[in-house]
Structure formats: structure tokens, C-alpha cells
T-cell receptor, first 115, second 115 residues
Framework: GAVVSQHPSRVICKSGTSVKIECRSL??????MFWYRQFPKQSLMLMAT?????????EQGVEKDKFLINHASLTLSTLTVTSAHPEDSSFYIC???????????FGPGTRLTVL | AQKITQTQPGMFVQEKEAVTLDCTYD???????LFWYKQPSSGEMIFLIY??????QNATEGRYSLNFQKARKSANLVISASQLGDSAMYFC????????????FGQGTTLQVKP
């Protein structure tokens, strides 16, 4: 399967700071990446679809000004949580297609804790 | 609207026994794809198996097989010869009909394998 990396794996920050999470596809070009959020013992909730070279498509209820997504190259998408608050503490995980199977492969996730 | 339902929040199985995790789906799209992912406590999402709606045979990958009942709209995962390392959360997912490639996830089933 395809390999997707995510960095950092864990981050603790103070309330009000911004945190950037990187998602990289290591062995294929990803025109589309997806960002999910997961609370403990719950399912994954899609936040946005990241499109290379164009604006991200956000799901209903997700604040685009709070969760900034940049997909500047075919191998890198970034999610920036701006002015983070304790309620933003969650597990953030990205995924990408692995052509030609159309299977989605996931990064290892980033656990964000906002104090 | 498309929907994925996993009705078993938690399941137990004895080591070396087989276990079936249920998944039902709802879609009006004639072409769709169904996925199963495993999420151990580390958080990574591990792709297990894929079934296309037009596939004639049930998908199999090692100890994993997918019992695809199209008329019943079910796509149950069967794990044979359970191992302690199979203890994890399991998610059933369906590719969204919007052709963006995004996945719709079920609520998940926590599987515990007893020694």
C-alpha cells in the first residue's frame, strides 16, 4: 500500500497558539488529501478535502478560518489549527488516495492537546 | 443520503476463533466501494480489505474476508483464527458518491481477543 507520513505525532500547546500539522505522501503523487478529526472512542469525522493547487473544500460546520489547509505540492498538505483552544484537543489524521486502487491510506495521526 | 451502520459497539472473541463484525450500508448509487480499516490503540488506520459493488466474488486478504450481501446491503468482516494482536477498533467505510473519493465511516466496533 501507499505510505503517508504525518508530523508531529504528538503536540502539546498553550491556548491561543497556532499549530501546524504536516501530511506527506511518500511514494506517490496525491492530488487530493483528506483531513479527519477523531474524538476518543468515536468515529472519524471528515473536516476537509485538500486539493493540490486550489482551495480546500470544508465540510459543513468546520470553520475554514480556524483550520487552515494548504496543499502546495503533490506530496504535502498542511493543516494549521489557529488560535487553538482546549476544545480543539483531538486526534487529527490525514489520508490520501493510492492510485490506481482508489484505496485511501492514512497517516499515523497527530494527537493535539491544548492546555 | 449515504450511510454506514455498525451496530456492535463492542465484541469479544476467544483467541483462535473466528469473529464476524457487522456492517450495513445505504446508498442509491449503483457503483460504490466498501472498505474495512483497523485502528489499534496507537491510532493509525490500517487498511484491511476492499470490496467493489460490481465485484463478483467476496474479497479476501489473508485472515480477513468480506461477506458481501448486496441485496441485504451488508458487508460484514470475518476475521478467522483471531490473534491477540487483532484487538482494536474496526471501521467500515464507504466511498462517497460525490466522486471526490472521501469516505463515510461507520461508528466502529471495538474487538477484544481473549487469550
Amino acid at each position: 500500500g501507499a505510505v503517508v507520513s504525518q508530523h508531529p505525532s504528538r503536540v502539546i500547546c498553550k491556548s491561543g497558539t497556532s499549530v501546524k500539522i504536516e501530511c506527506r505522501s511518500l511514494d506517490f503523487q496525491a492530488t487530493t488529501m483528506f483531513w479527519y478529526r477523531q474524538f476518543p472512542k468515536q468515529s472519524l469525522m471528515l473536516m476537509a478535502t485538500s486539493n493540490e493547487g486550489s482551495k480546500a473544500t470544508y465540510e459543513q460546520g468546520v470553520e475554514k478560518d480556524k483550520f487552515l489547509i494548504n496543499h502546495a505540492s503533490l506530496t504535502l498538505s498542511t493543516l494549521t489549527v489557529t488560535s487553538a483552544h482546549p476544545e480543539d484537543s483531538s486526534f487529527y489524521i490525514c489520508s490520501s488516495h493510492g492510485r490506481p486502487t482508489d484505496t485511501q491510506y492514512f497517516g499515523p495521526g497527530t494527537r493535539l492537546t491544548v492546555l | 443520503a449515504q450511510k454506514i451502520t455498525q451496530t456492535q459497539p463492542g465484541m469479544f472473541v476467544q483467541e483462535k476463533e473466528a469473529v464476524t463484525l457487522d456492517c450495513t450500508y445505504d446508498t442509491s448509487d449503483p457503483s460504490y466501494g466498501l472498505f474495512w480499516y483497523k485502528q489499534p490503540s496507537s491510532g493509525e488506520m490500517i487498511f484491511l480489505i476492499y470490496q467493489g459493488s460490481y465485484d463478483q466474488q467476496n474479497a479476501t486478504e489473508g485472515r480477513y474476508s468480506l461477506n458481501f450481501q448486496k441485496a441485504r446491503k451488508s458487508a460484514n468482516l470475518v476475521i478467522s483464527a483471531s490473534q491477540l494482536g487483532d484487538s482494536a477498533m474496526y471501521f467500515c467505510a464507504m466511498r462517497d458518491s460525490s466522486n471526490t473519493g472521501k469516505l463515510i465511516f461507520g461508528q466502529g466496533t471495538t474487538l477484544q481477543v481473549k487469550p
